[in-house]
Protein backbone atom coordinates (compact mmCIF):
# COMPACT_ATOMS: atom_id res chain seq x y z
CA UNK A 1 0.00 0.00 0.00
CA UNK A 2 1.30 3.89 -0.82
CA UNK A 3 0.67 4.61 2.79
CA UNK A 4 3.75 6.87 2.94
CA UNK A 5 5.28 8.78 6.67
CA UNK A 6 8.04 11.22 5.61
CA UNK A 7 8.46 9.10 2.12
CA UNK A 8 8.64 5.76 3.99
CA UNK A 9 6.96 2.68 3.36
CA UNK A 10 4.49 2.34 5.91
CA UNK A 11 3.47 -1.24 6.86
CA UNK A 12 0.20 -1.47 8.58
CA UNK A 13 -1.49 -4.37 11.46
CA UNK A 14 -4.76 -5.62 9.70
CA UNK A 15 -7.33 -7.78 11.35
CA UNK A 16 -9.48 -9.04 8.92
CA UNK A 17 -12.87 -10.61 10.72
CA UNK A 18 -14.33 -13.72 8.60
CA UNK A 19 -12.11 -16.57 7.63
CA UNK A 20 -14.31 -17.44 4.67
CA UNK A 21 -13.29 -16.95 0.97
CA UNK A 22 -13.49 -13.21 0.64
CA UNK A 23 -11.68 -12.33 4.12
CA UNK A 24 -8.72 -15.34 3.25
CA UNK A 25 -8.48 -13.94 -0.51
CA UNK A 26 -8.02 -10.45 1.08
CA UNK A 27 -5.69 -11.40 3.39
CA UNK A 28 -3.63 -12.82 0.70
CA UNK A 29 -3.63 -9.40 -1.02
CA UNK A 30 -2.90 -7.67 2.23
CA UNK A 31 -0.15 -10.39 2.70
CA UNK A 32 2.05 -9.89 -0.54
CA UNK A 33 2.16 -6.37 0.00
CA UNK A 34 4.17 -6.79 3.74
CA UNK A 35 1.58 -5.86 5.80
CA UNK A 36 1.19 -7.91 8.89
CA UNK A 37 -2.44 -10.13 8.74
CA UNK A 38 -4.46 -10.97 11.81
CA UNK A 39 -7.22 -13.71 10.21
CA UNK A 40 -10.01 -14.37 12.75
CA UNK A 41 -12.42 -16.68 12.16
CA UNK A 42 -15.93 -17.79 14.04
CA UNK A 43 -15.64 -21.44 12.89
CA UNK A 44 -13.38 -24.15 12.89
CA UNK A 45 -10.95 -24.53 10.76
CA UNK A 46 -12.70 -25.30 7.36
CA UNK A 47 -9.83 -27.77 6.14
CA UNK A 48 -10.34 -30.14 9.21
CA UNK A 49 -14.53 -30.00 9.38
CA UNK A 50 -16.78 -31.77 7.26
CA UNK A 51 -18.89 -29.94 3.84
CA UNK A 52 -21.66 -27.52 6.51
CA UNK A 53 -25.13 -28.66 5.62
CA UNK A 54 -27.08 -25.44 4.15
CA UNK A 55 -23.96 -23.68 2.37
CA UNK A 56 -23.77 -24.15 -1.26
CA UNK A 57 -21.46 -26.83 -1.75
CA UNK A 58 -19.94 -25.70 -5.71
CA UNK A 59 -19.85 -22.56 -6.92
CA UNK A 60 -19.81 -20.67 -10.03
CA UNK A 61 -16.43 -19.22 -10.88
CA UNK A 62 -16.26 -16.80 -13.57
CA UNK A 63 -13.85 -13.85 -15.00
CA UNK A 64 -14.28 -11.66 -11.98
CA UNK A 65 -13.31 -14.02 -9.65
CA UNK A 66 -10.27 -15.71 -11.59
CA UNK A 67 -9.00 -12.46 -12.06
CA UNK A 68 -8.60 -12.00 -8.56
CA UNK A 69 -7.34 -15.42 -7.97
CA UNK A 70 -4.54 -14.69 -10.95
CA UNK A 71 -3.52 -11.80 -8.54
CA UNK A 72 -2.03 -14.52 -5.89
CA UNK A 73 -1.19 -16.66 -8.01
CA UNK A 74 -4.28 -19.28 -8.08
CA UNK A 75 -6.02 -19.02 -11.20
CA UNK A 76 -3.65 -21.70 -12.71
CA UNK A 77 -4.63 -24.22 -9.92
CA UNK A 78 -8.21 -23.60 -9.66
CA UNK A 79 -8.98 -24.09 -13.44
CA UNK A 80 -6.90 -27.00 -14.53
CA UNK A 81 -6.42 -28.59 -11.52
CA UNK A 82 -10.18 -28.39 -9.71
CA UNK A 83 -12.43 -26.68 -11.51
CA UNK A 84 -14.93 -28.10 -14.55
CA UNK A 85 -16.15 -26.12 -17.13
CA UNK A 86 -19.42 -25.38 -17.69
CA UNK A 87 -20.16 -23.91 -21.62
CA UNK A 88 -23.67 -23.46 -21.46
CA UNK A 89 -27.25 -24.68 -19.90
CA UNK A 90 -28.54 -27.91 -20.61
CA UNK A 91 -32.76 -27.64 -20.11
CA UNK A 92 -34.43 -30.49 -18.95
CA UNK A 93 -37.84 -30.42 -20.18
CA UNK A 94 -40.89 -32.47 -18.37
CA UNK A 95 -40.85 -34.94 -20.94
CA UNK A 96 -36.98 -35.56 -20.01
CA UNK A 97 -35.78 -34.21 -23.01
CA UNK A 98 -33.04 -31.47 -22.75
CA UNK A 99 -31.85 -28.73 -25.21
CA UNK A 100 -28.29 -26.22 -25.07
CA UNK A 101 -28.42 -22.66 -24.29
CA UNK A 102 -24.16 -21.76 -25.11
CA UNK A 103 -22.91 -19.07 -22.34
CA UNK A 104 -21.02 -17.82 -25.66
CA UNK A 105 -21.48 -19.38 -29.17
CA UNK A 106 -18.75 -16.98 -30.35
CA UNK A 107 -15.46 -17.12 -28.38
CA UNK A 108 -16.54 -20.44 -26.19
CA UNK A 109 -15.92 -18.77 -23.21
CA UNK A 110 -17.48 -20.58 -20.28
CA UNK A 111 -17.58 -20.41 -16.03
CA UNK A 112 -16.33 -22.98 -13.97
CA UNK A 113 -17.82 -24.89 -11.26
CA UNK A 114 -15.33 -24.71 -8.08
CA UNK A 115 -16.22 -26.61 -4.85
CA UNK A 116 -16.29 -23.75 -1.49
CA UNK A 117 -14.53 -26.10 0.61
CA UNK A 118 -11.48 -26.68 -1.61
CA UNK A 119 -11.17 -22.68 -2.31
CA UNK A 120 -11.78 -21.82 0.84
CA UNK A 121 -9.07 -24.24 2.41
CA UNK A 122 -6.59 -23.39 -0.67
CA UNK A 123 -6.34 -20.14 0.37
CA UNK A 124 -5.81 -20.71 3.92
CA UNK A 125 -3.32 -22.91 2.82
CA UNK A 126 -1.38 -20.39 0.40
CA UNK A 127 -1.55 -17.70 3.93
CA UNK A 128 0.68 -20.14 5.57
CA UNK A 129 3.52 -19.28 2.50
CA UNK A 130 3.74 -15.88 4.26
CA UNK A 131 5.34 -15.11 7.73
CA UNK A 132 3.18 -12.09 8.44
CA UNK A 133 -0.31 -13.95 8.48
CA UNK A 134 -1.26 -15.60 11.65
CA UNK A 135 -4.63 -17.26 11.67
CA UNK A 136 -7.19 -17.74 14.59
CA UNK A 137 -9.88 -20.15 14.24
CA UNK A 138 -13.14 -20.67 16.70
CA UNK A 139 -13.28 -16.81 17.69
CA UNK A 140 -16.41 -14.80 17.78
CA UNK A 141 -16.41 -11.21 17.79
CA UNK A 142 -18.22 -9.91 20.77
CA UNK A 143 -17.68 -6.34 20.95
CA UNK A 144 -15.36 -3.54 19.12
CA UNK A 145 -14.67 0.13 19.14
CA UNK A 146 -13.86 0.59 14.99
CA UNK A 147 -12.69 4.02 15.68
CA UNK A 148 -10.34 2.95 17.97
CA UNK A 149 -9.29 -0.07 16.00
CA UNK A 150 -10.24 -2.40 18.64
CA UNK A 151 -11.66 -5.75 18.66
CA UNK A 152 -12.84 -8.10 21.59
CA UNK A 153 -13.13 -11.98 20.63
CA UNK A 154 -14.79 -14.96 22.67
CA UNK A 155 -12.57 -18.09 22.11
CA UNK A 156 -15.56 -20.44 21.56
CA UNK A 157 -13.86 -23.66 23.03
CA UNK A 158 -12.36 -22.43 26.37
CA UNK A 159 -14.57 -18.82 26.18
CA UNK A 160 -11.24 -17.14 26.57
CA UNK A 161 -11.22 -13.17 25.88
CA UNK A 162 -8.81 -12.14 23.65
CA UNK A 163 -8.51 -8.29 22.81
CA UNK A 164 -6.84 -6.84 19.98
CA UNK A 165 -6.08 -3.89 18.64
CA UNK A 166 -4.90 -3.09 14.78
CA UNK A 167 -4.34 0.03 12.30
CA UNK A 168 -6.99 -1.18 10.20
CA UNK A 169 -10.70 -3.80 10.67
CA UNK A 170 -11.42 -5.32 7.34
CA UNK A 171 -14.94 -6.96 8.18
CA UNK A 172 -15.67 -9.98 5.54
CA UNK A 173 -17.42 -12.20 7.88
CA UNK A 174 -20.35 -12.53 5.90
CA UNK A 175 -23.85 -11.23 5.26
CA UNK A 176 -25.14 -11.36 9.25
CA UNK A 177 -21.65 -9.53 9.61
CA UNK A 178 -20.64 -8.68 13.20
CA UNK A 179 -18.59 -5.76 11.97
CA UNK A 180 -20.98 -4.47 10.18
CA UNK A 181 -23.69 -4.70 12.96
CA UNK A 182 -21.05 -2.58 14.64
CA UNK A 183 -20.98 -0.32 11.42
CA UNK A 184 -24.46 0.12 11.60
CA UNK A 185 -24.43 2.68 14.74
CA UNK A 186 -22.62 5.51 12.72
CA UNK A 187 -25.07 8.09 11.37
CA UNK A 188 -25.45 8.22 8.09
CA UNK A 189 -24.84 4.36 7.32
CA UNK A 190 -28.34 3.18 5.37
CA UNK A 191 -29.13 -0.44 5.18
CA UNK A 192 -31.71 -2.43 3.66
CA UNK A 193 -32.16 -6.66 3.78
CA UNK A 194 -34.79 -8.28 1.42
CA UNK A 195 -35.52 -11.68 2.10
CA UNK A 196 -37.03 -13.17 -1.10
CA UNK A 197 -40.28 -15.35 -0.94
CA UNK A 198 -38.27 -18.68 -2.64
CA UNK A 199 -35.69 -21.18 -0.21
CA UNK A 200 -33.51 -23.29 -1.31
CA UNK A 201 -32.63 -26.81 -0.21
CA UNK A 202 -29.16 -28.90 -1.19
CA UNK A 203 -29.78 -32.30 -2.86
CA UNK A 204 -27.35 -34.56 -4.67
CA UNK A 205 -27.03 -36.61 -7.85
CA UNK A 206 -24.79 -39.24 -6.97
CA UNK A 207 -22.16 -40.70 -9.36
CA UNK A 208 -23.28 -44.02 -11.56
CA UNK A 209 -21.57 -47.43 -10.56
CA UNK A 210 -18.15 -46.41 -11.93
CA UNK A 211 -18.16 -43.27 -10.58
CA UNK A 212 -18.53 -41.10 -13.62
CA UNK A 213 -21.13 -38.44 -14.43
CA UNK A 214 -24.68 -39.49 -14.38
CA UNK A 215 -25.58 -36.07 -17.33
CA UNK A 216 -22.96 -34.79 -19.52
CA UNK A 217 -20.67 -32.52 -17.12
CA UNK A 218 -19.80 -29.45 -18.84
CA UNK A 219 -23.38 -27.87 -18.67
CA UNK A 220 -25.00 -26.18 -16.07
CA UNK A 221 -28.35 -28.47 -15.91
CA UNK A 222 -31.18 -26.58 -15.02
CA UNK A 223 -34.40 -27.90 -14.59
CA UNK A 224 -36.87 -24.53 -15.40
CA UNK A 225 -40.84 -24.93 -13.82
CA UNK A 226 -42.02 -21.47 -13.66
CA UNK A 227 -42.29 -20.17 -10.04
CA UNK A 228 -40.07 -22.90 -9.02
CA UNK A 229 -36.58 -24.54 -10.58
CA UNK A 230 -34.15 -27.13 -9.86
CA UNK A 231 -30.40 -26.60 -10.74
CA UNK A 232 -27.22 -29.19 -10.69
CA UNK A 233 -23.50 -28.00 -10.67
CA UNK A 234 -20.89 -30.69 -11.46
CA UNK A 235 -18.11 -31.45 -8.67
CA UNK A 236 -14.87 -33.51 -8.79
CA UNK A 237 -16.31 -36.94 -7.62
CA UNK A 238 -18.24 -37.62 -10.71
CA UNK A 239 -21.47 -36.55 -8.27
CA UNK A 240 -23.51 -32.91 -8.43
CA UNK A 241 -24.68 -30.55 -6.33
CA UNK A 242 -28.42 -29.79 -6.88
CA UNK A 243 -30.26 -27.15 -5.48
CA UNK A 244 -34.23 -26.91 -5.80
CA UNK A 245 -35.25 -23.51 -5.22
CA UNK A 246 -39.29 -22.85 -4.89
CA UNK A 247 -41.09 -20.76 -2.67
CA UNK A 248 -41.31 -21.81 1.18
CA UNK A 249 -45.46 -22.47 0.61
CA UNK A 250 -44.37 -25.05 -1.46
CA UNK A 251 -41.79 -26.58 0.73
CA UNK A 252 -43.75 -26.30 3.49
CA UNK A 253 -46.82 -28.85 1.97
CA UNK A 254 -44.27 -31.49 0.71
CA UNK A 255 -44.26 -32.70 4.11
CA UNK A 256 -44.13 -36.43 3.58
CA UNK A 257 -42.67 -39.00 1.41
CA UNK A 258 -45.65 -39.61 -0.75
CA UNK A 259 -46.26 -36.14 -1.60
CA UNK A 260 -42.77 -35.28 -2.34
CA UNK A 261 -42.49 -38.17 -4.72
CA UNK A 262 -45.53 -37.10 -6.60
CA UNK A 263 -44.46 -33.79 -7.22
CA UNK A 264 -41.26 -35.28 -8.61
CA UNK A 265 -42.93 -37.30 -10.81
CA UNK A 266 -45.08 -34.52 -11.93
CA UNK A 267 -42.10 -31.77 -12.15
CA UNK A 268 -38.60 -33.59 -12.33
CA UNK A 269 -39.34 -36.81 -13.11
CA UNK A 270 -36.34 -37.61 -15.02
CA UNK A 271 -34.10 -36.59 -12.03
CA UNK A 272 -35.74 -38.96 -9.51
CA UNK A 273 -33.50 -41.86 -11.51
CA UNK A 274 -30.65 -39.95 -11.23
CA UNK A 275 -31.26 -39.10 -7.51
CA UNK A 276 -33.05 -42.36 -6.52
CA UNK A 277 -36.23 -42.37 -4.63
CA UNK A 278 -34.36 -43.52 -1.22
CA UNK A 279 -31.87 -41.26 -1.49
CA UNK A 280 -34.07 -37.92 -2.52
CA UNK A 281 -36.31 -39.22 0.40
CA UNK A 282 -33.57 -39.22 2.92
CA UNK A 283 -31.89 -35.77 1.33
CA UNK A 284 -35.07 -34.18 1.59
CA UNK A 285 -36.25 -34.45 5.07
CA UNK A 286 -33.04 -34.90 6.29
CA UNK A 287 -33.03 -30.65 6.85
CA UNK A 288 -35.31 -28.08 6.04
CA UNK A 289 -35.07 -24.81 2.97
CA UNK A 290 -32.86 -21.78 3.97
CA UNK A 291 -33.30 -18.44 3.46
CA UNK A 292 -32.52 -16.07 0.48
CA UNK A 293 -31.22 -12.69 1.63
CA UNK A 294 -30.31 -9.68 -0.26
CA UNK A 295 -28.38 -6.42 1.61
CA UNK A 296 -27.52 -3.35 0.30
CA UNK A 297 -25.97 -0.81 2.35
CA UNK A 298 -23.19 2.45 2.14
CA UNK A 299 -20.93 3.39 3.25
CA UNK A 300 -18.80 0.68 3.22
CA UNK A 301 -15.77 2.51 5.67
CA UNK A 302 -15.78 3.97 9.14
CA UNK A 303 -13.21 6.67 8.39
CA UNK A 304 -9.31 4.86 8.19
CA UNK A 305 -10.11 2.32 10.78
CA UNK A 306 -12.40 0.09 9.29
CA UNK A 307 -14.35 -1.30 6.17
CA UNK A 308 -16.49 -4.29 5.40
CA UNK A 309 -16.61 -6.11 1.88
CA UNK A 310 -17.86 -9.17 0.46
CA UNK A 311 -21.39 -10.46 1.94
CA UNK A 312 -20.85 -8.59 4.66
CA UNK A 313 -21.22 -5.55 2.19
CA UNK A 314 -23.18 -6.64 -0.42
CA UNK A 315 -25.03 -10.23 -0.15
CA UNK A 316 -26.97 -10.87 -3.41
CA UNK A 317 -29.03 -14.23 -4.10
CA UNK A 318 -27.15 -16.81 -6.13
CA UNK A 319 -28.69 -16.28 -9.77
CA UNK A 320 -26.34 -15.21 -11.29
CA UNK A 321 -23.38 -17.22 -9.86
CA UNK A 322 -22.01 -13.45 -8.98
CA UNK A 323 -21.85 -13.77 -5.25
CA UNK A 324 -18.21 -14.83 -4.57
CA UNK A 325 -17.09 -13.50 -8.10
CA UNK A 326 -18.27 -9.71 -6.78
CA UNK A 327 -16.29 -10.35 -3.18
CA UNK A 328 -12.75 -11.24 -4.63
CA UNK A 329 -13.38 -8.28 -7.59
CA UNK A 330 -13.45 -6.24 -4.24
CA UNK A 331 -10.33 -7.91 -3.08
CA UNK A 332 -8.98 -6.58 -6.97
CA UNK A 333 -10.80 -3.54 -6.75
CA UNK A 334 -8.91 -2.66 -2.84
CA UNK A 335 -5.29 -3.87 -4.33
CA UNK A 336 -5.79 -1.41 -6.64
CA UNK A 337 -6.20 1.35 -4.51
CA UNK A 338 -3.66 0.84 -2.71
CA UNK A 339 -0.73 1.11 -5.17
CA UNK A 340 -1.99 4.52 -6.05
CA UNK A 341 1.22 6.94 -4.99
CA UNK A 342 0.55 8.62 -2.33
CA UNK A 343 -2.31 8.04 -1.47
CA UNK A 344 -3.27 7.30 3.02
CA UNK A 345 -5.56 5.07 4.44
CA UNK A 346 -8.67 7.39 4.91
CA UNK A 347 -8.28 8.13 0.60
CA UNK A 348 -8.30 4.53 -0.13
CA UNK A 349 -11.65 3.64 2.05
CA UNK A 350 -13.37 6.56 1.04
CA UNK A 351 -12.50 5.87 -2.53
CA UNK A 352 -13.55 2.13 -2.26
CA UNK A 353 -16.85 3.75 -0.43
CA UNK A 354 -17.86 6.00 -2.34
CA UNK A 355 -17.81 4.05 -5.79
CA UNK A 356 -17.85 0.52 -5.09
CA UNK A 357 -22.11 0.47 -3.62
CA UNK A 358 -23.27 1.43 -7.16
CA UNK A 359 -21.81 -1.59 -8.80
CA UNK A 360 -23.24 -3.97 -6.01
CA UNK A 361 -26.32 -2.56 -5.85
CA UNK A 362 -26.52 -3.24 -9.66
CA UNK A 363 -25.67 -6.89 -9.29
CA UNK A 364 -28.24 -7.18 -6.91
CA UNK A 365 -30.76 -6.28 -8.72
CA UNK A 366 -29.54 -8.35 -11.85
CA UNK A 367 -29.27 -11.31 -9.31
CA UNK A 368 -32.89 -10.65 -8.88
CA UNK A 369 -33.98 -10.18 -12.07
CA UNK A 370 -32.45 -13.61 -13.48
CA UNK A 371 -34.08 -16.10 -11.10
CA UNK A 372 -36.86 -14.85 -13.30
CA UNK A 373 -34.69 -15.51 -16.58
CA UNK A 374 -33.40 -19.04 -15.33
CA UNK A 375 -36.87 -20.33 -13.69
CA UNK A 376 -39.65 -18.99 -16.56
CA UNK A 377 -37.92 -17.47 -19.32
CA UNK A 378 -35.25 -19.56 -20.71
CA UNK A 379 -38.35 -21.64 -21.55
CA UNK A 380 -40.09 -19.21 -23.68
CA UNK A 381 -39.30 -18.67 -27.71
CA UNK A 382 -39.30 -14.75 -27.10
CA UNK A 383 -36.26 -15.31 -24.86
CA UNK A 384 -34.36 -17.75 -27.41
CA UNK A 385 -35.14 -15.18 -29.84
CA UNK A 386 -33.57 -12.29 -28.18
CA UNK A 387 -30.30 -14.33 -27.23
CA UNK A 388 -30.34 -15.38 -30.72
CA UNK A 389 -29.99 -12.11 -32.02
CA UNK A 390 -27.70 -10.79 -29.42
CA UNK A 391 -25.49 -13.62 -30.01
CA UNK A 392 -25.69 -12.96 -34.11
CA UNK A 393 -24.85 -8.75 -33.46
CA UNK A 394 -22.14 -9.72 -31.16
CA UNK A 395 -20.40 -11.81 -33.02
CA UNK A 396 -20.56 -9.07 -35.84
CA UNK A 397 -19.60 -6.30 -33.89
CA UNK A 398 -18.15 -7.85 -30.87
CA UNK A 399 -16.15 -4.42 -29.70
CA UNK A 400 -19.94 -2.52 -30.30
CA UNK A 401 -21.95 -5.28 -28.26
CA UNK A 402 -22.00 -7.57 -25.61
CA UNK A 403 -24.90 -9.62 -24.47
CA UNK A 404 -25.58 -8.81 -20.97
CA UNK A 405 -25.39 -11.94 -19.67
CA UNK A 406 -21.12 -12.07 -21.10
CA UNK A 407 -20.76 -8.99 -19.95
CA UNK A 408 -21.29 -9.67 -16.74
CA UNK A 409 -20.38 -12.99 -16.56
CA UNK A 410 -17.04 -12.57 -19.14
CA UNK A 411 -15.90 -9.35 -18.71
CA UNK A 412 -14.81 -7.04 -15.88
CA UNK A 413 -17.00 -4.07 -17.04
CA UNK A 414 -18.85 -2.35 -14.29
CA UNK A 415 -21.84 -3.72 -12.95
CA UNK A 416 -23.63 -0.63 -13.75
CA UNK A 417 -22.18 -0.63 -17.21
CA UNK A 418 -23.40 -3.37 -17.76
CA UNK A 419 -26.82 -2.83 -17.35
CA UNK A 420 -26.44 0.93 -19.34
CA UNK A 421 -25.05 -1.79 -22.32
CA UNK A 422 -28.45 -3.46 -21.82
CA UNK A 423 -30.55 -0.78 -21.15
CA UNK A 424 -29.02 0.46 -25.05
CA UNK A 425 -29.40 -2.32 -26.55
CA UNK A 426 -32.66 -2.62 -25.88
CA UNK A 427 -33.68 0.88 -27.47
CA UNK A 428 -31.68 -0.03 -30.39
CA UNK A 429 -33.74 -3.37 -30.85
CA UNK A 430 -37.21 -1.41 -30.47
CA UNK A 431 -36.39 1.52 -32.44
CA UNK A 432 -35.30 -0.90 -35.49
CA UNK A 433 -38.56 -3.19 -34.78
CA UNK A 434 -40.25 0.36 -35.01
CA UNK A 435 -38.76 1.00 -38.06
CA UNK A 436 -39.39 -2.13 -39.71
CA UNK A 437 -42.55 -2.25 -38.59
CA UNK A 438 -43.43 0.94 -39.88
CA UNK A 439 -41.93 0.48 -43.46
CA UNK A 440 -44.03 -2.93 -43.32
CA UNK A 441 -47.19 -0.93 -42.78
CA UNK A 442 -46.13 1.66 -45.61
CA UNK A 443 -45.24 -1.18 -48.33
CA UNK A 444 -48.74 -2.40 -46.98
CA UNK A 445 -50.92 0.33 -47.33
CA UNK A 446 -48.88 1.24 -51.21
CA UNK A 447 -50.06 -2.15 -51.81
CA UNK A 448 -53.67 -1.60 -51.32
CA UNK A 449 -53.42 2.14 -52.92
CA UNK A 450 -52.30 0.28 -56.21
CA UNK A 451 -55.12 -1.95 -56.14
CA UNK A 452 -57.86 0.76 -55.40
CA UNK A 453 -56.14 3.22 -57.94
CA UNK A 454 -55.64 0.47 -60.37
CA UNK A 455 -52.20 0.60 -60.82
CA UNK A 456 -51.31 -2.83 -60.59
Known sequence: MANLENGTFKKLDVVVVGGGLAGSLEALFLAKRG??????????????????????????????GRTALREVGL?????????????GRNIHRIDGSTYIIPYDSRTKQCIYSVGRNYLNGLLLQESEKYENVERFFNHKLIASNLREGFLSFQKTDTKEIVEVNADL??????????????IMKQPLFDYNQKYIEHGYLE??????????????????????RGEFMMIALPTRTGSWTVTLFMPFTHFKSLDNEDKLLKFFEK?????IPLIGK????????????????????????????????????????????????????????????????????????????DTRWEDTFAISDLAMYNYIE???????PSYLLRKAIDDVIFWLVPKVWIPLYNSVTFSTIPYTQCIKNRQWQDKV??????????????AGAFYVYKKIVGLS
Open 374 to 380: MRDLVTR
Open 35 to 64: HRVRLYEYREDIRNTPQARGRSINLALSIR
Open 267 to 271: YFPDS
Open 429 to 442: LNRSLLFLGAVTSA
Open 75 to 87: EDHMINNHGIPMK
Open 203 to 224: LCIPPDSNGGFQMPPNYLHIWP
Open 278 to 353: QKLIADYFAGSASPLIAIKCRPYNVEDKALIIGDAAHAVVPFYGQGMNAGFEDCTILNQLFQKPHDDLAKILKEFS
Open 169 to 182: IIGADGAFSAVRKE
